[in-house]
């Protein structure tokens, strides 16, 4: 059993490439979507995924629930290792570690009652009591700010910001202990957003929650967050705490956008970095930034950066960077 602040997650050289056979004329081809990804997570803690769309954010998202299966790397959950995991292992795993999808309406079932839709997971899960599973779904609305009578409501009755609280309610309802929030703001107005945001903030500090926040706009992330990894290309090149990491981006992909954030306060605007867009990648196996980065150099297209630690609580995968760190 894990205690605040241990480690719950585990993950380790992560590794995912899709693969487009050929057909009507087209060539086979392929992406590799997830390459070596690495990250850790404590009992408690948010941490924020966050990245340009096709990153891979999504992808690492359902690798480590095994949505989809990792063609390499580890994931440890709660001591288990979950690509090891059967069936049946794999269905009481689960349990303890729940999804928010990012499109709240796809994600639910239209034919289904939203009362239907959270009866059925416990029903899945082995929960045969009728009288439990009807309490639980009483609560876990109420736990979202919802009244008893959504119960009876179907998902195209709802609106955005409510059909996501059904999403994360159907998240929590099986009292997991790690939940993972897939771009849960990215399709909301603004106002539903910060809702939507607050809401999960309750929840996870109610429930001791470990999340992943993912998410392309930093500016999200920072506010849910206690520590952000930045993803380019389907790597880590940035870590660390929320605080430090945004007041004071090391590499230049974080720094770019960082930049491009817009903020109501003059004095909070950063100049706006414009990155190299001349296609010219490495012609090896060098950094994946390589093509925009503005402090690019010729070391940077021959060998790609590792993820190295910076301080005790910073990890950038950047030469320049770890190069000034190690000079002073």
Known sequence: MTTPGQEILRVRGLEKTFVRRASQG??????????????????????????????????????????????????????????????????KARRRMQLVFQDPYASLDPRMSVGGVLDECLVVHGVEDRHERAQRVADALKNVGLRQDFAARFPHELSGGQRQRIGIARALI????????????????????????????DVQEQHALSMIFVA?????????????AVMFAGRIVESGPTEDLIARPLHPYTKALLSAVLSLDPSARRPRISEERDGAGPAGQGCAYYARCPQREKRCAEAPPPLDSVDQHRSVACHLVTQQSRST
């Open 26 to 91: 087209r060539p086979a081809s392929s992406h590799k979507a997830v390459d070596g990804l690495s990250l850790d997570l404590r009992r408690g803690e948010t941490l924020g995924l966050v990245g340009e769309s096709g990153c891979g954010k999504s992808t690492a998202a359902r690798l480590i629930l095994r949505l989809v299966e990792a063609d390499g790397g580890e994931i440890r959950f709660d001591g288990d290792d979950v690509r090891g995991l059967s069936r049946v292992g794999l269905r």
């Open 174 to 201: 099986l009292r997991p202990l790690m939940v993972i929030a897939d771009e849960p703001v990215s399709a909301l107005d603004v106002s539903v957003q910060a809702q939507v945001l607050n809401l999960l903030s």
């Open 216 to 228: 392309h706009d930093i500016a999200v992330v920072e506010q849910v967050s206690e520590r952000i």
